[in-house]
């Protein structure tokens, strides 16, 4: 018979002379006051395997577009979070640049991350290029969904052959696809370049601080179990491996 627990988490006053409490409602406020309004979307394994002992992966996956892990949209969120760049580590592309692509984010207490937890920027914009095969309908799939509060990026195409398109002239854009409005337009079968603005989109990599409890004691007779605002590596959705094609979320 399991011996019953004495501890009634009863607040011993005077216990730590000089301690810092750790006030939630503070946390809260301060991701609210300088934090960026952001939708997270929760994601899940993809569950197109070989079998339950082996974790290789189905080729060209009709569900996750070879992601691996597929967004879950329904499950989408907007809050407010603190995104500060950090230093983990450097990356020498084969182009030749030195890639600072980690950042940290801090959540509000009451949301959760996981692994690949998409995470988006709402009210500002970044900069993306993009290279499309030409099909042969009007219509090419985005990988993202242009940013429309973006207003002062320019949108740039460029076929192989040197050749510039001009966006509401030749081409406009709907939803998540590049719409050609005339016959001036990349061949079929055909590379092209699109540069357009997106949201700064990231995927969650590493957990810094999953599960921090604490028991608050402020102005209370007892102590209550709190979750303080979690932490989390994020990385740029289109350097982090295999992520962003998954085709029913980009049309493609």
């Not at 730590?16 to 939630?24: A, D, K, S, W, Y």
Request: glycine residues 6%; charged residues 25%; hydrophobic residues 35%.
């Amino acid at each position: 018979m399991a011996a019953s627990g004495k501890n009634k988490y009863s607040k011993r006053f005077n216990a730590h002379p000089g301690r810092i409490e750790l006030i939630q409602k503070d946390f809260k406020d301060l991701i609210e006051d300088q934090g960026a309004r952001v939708r997270i979307t929760p994601s899940i394994l993809c569950p197109n395997r070989s079998g339950l002992g082996d974790t290789n992966h189905v080729l060209n996956c009709p569900v996750c577009g070879g992601d691996e892990a597929v967004d879950i949209t329904e499950g989408a969120i907007e809050d407010w979070a603190v995104i500060q760049t950090i230093k983990l580590d450097k990356q020498f592309q084969v182009q030749g640049i030195w890639d600072l692509k980690d950042a940290m984010i801090t959540t509000m207490p009451e949301v959760r991350l996981y692994y690949w937890y998409k995470i988006e920027v709402l009210d500002s914009a970044s900069v993306y290029n993009q290279v499309l095969l030409r099909g042969s309908g009007d219509q090419d799939g985005l990988r993202y969904i242009p940013a429309a509060t973006a207003t002062d990026t320019p949108y740039y195409v460029i076929d192989s052959n040197g050749t510039t398109y001009k966006l509401n002239k030749h081409y406009k854009i709907v939803d998540q696809k590049i719409e050609w409005r005339t016959v001036v337009r990349p061949p079929e079968g055909q590379l092209y370049s699109v540069q357009y603005p997106i949201l700064p989109t990231f995927r969650v990599l590493e957990l810094l601080h999953e599960n921090r409890y604490y028991f608050d004691t402020f102005k209370r007779a007892d102590k209550v179990p709190i979750q303080m605002p979690q932490q989390a590596v994020i990385r740029w959705d289109y350097l982090a491996r295999g992520s962003g094609a998954n085709p029913t979320l980009n049309g493609t």
